[in-house]
């Protein structure tokens, strides 16, 4: 991997990483535009100021816009998100107590 490769990686890891991010990104992915507080609320336990701070980064990243209707992926926001959603498979034939049975030494 370049470190010009590396580094966009790593900018995009950093942008997802902050508290909320995936969560108002995953709460966009249906296509439909969201008002502020309805986007508040779709998180769940965002305080306004996180969500405030979250939207300026992500929108200042080209993955989040507002329009009239309210706030919604960007073209390329959609790419990601549509991206991220093959985690869901992974997810769903990994989890928590699966690994945990793996690692568990056998008797």
Do not use: C
């Not at 965002?46 to 080209?62: D, V």
């Not at 990601?80 to 008797?107: D, I």
Request: no cysteine; proline share 5%.
């Amino acid at each position: 991997m370049s470190s010009k490769e590396n580094a966009a990686i790593t900018q995009l890891l950093a942008l997802l990483e902050a508290r909320y991010a995936l969560r108002v990104l995953w709460a966009l992915r249906d296509g439909h535009p969201q008002t502020f507080r309805l986007l508040q609320d779709s998180v769940g336990g965002i305080t306004p100021n996180t969500l405030n701070t979250r939207i300026k980064e992500l929108r200042e990243a080209g993955l989040l816009a507002h329009e009239g209707e309210g706030y919604h992926l960007t073209a390329t926001g959609t790419d990601l998100v549509r991206r991220l959603a093959e985690l869901q498979g992974f997810a769903t034939r990994w989890s928590p107590a699966k690994a945990r049975k793996k690692q568990a030494p056998a008797p």
